[in-house]
């Protein structure tokens, strides 16, 4: 099993989206009004559904929320 960890935007994750099988979003106390999307607005793919695996809020308030993906 090989494993990539990528942190970034959503352009190249977006393209390897059929490869995930984790996903660990940092949801942070702050709005700025623009950002980085999640995917690509290009990317194409079917709805998956996703399980919550683990989860934690630090001091600042941000929570850090790991999701894999449910299989069939």
Known sequence: MRRLVYFGGGTLVGALYGEIDRL??????LTIG??????????????????????????SGAMF????????
């Open 24 to 29: 660990v979003l940092k949801v942070a106390p």
């Open 34 to 59: 623009a950002g980085i999307p999640l995917f690509s607005r290009n990317a194409e793919f079917e709805p998956e559904v996703w399980t919550l695996a683990e989860h934690s809020i630090v001091p």
């Open 65 to 72: 929320l790991t999701y894999d993906c449910k299989e069939d």
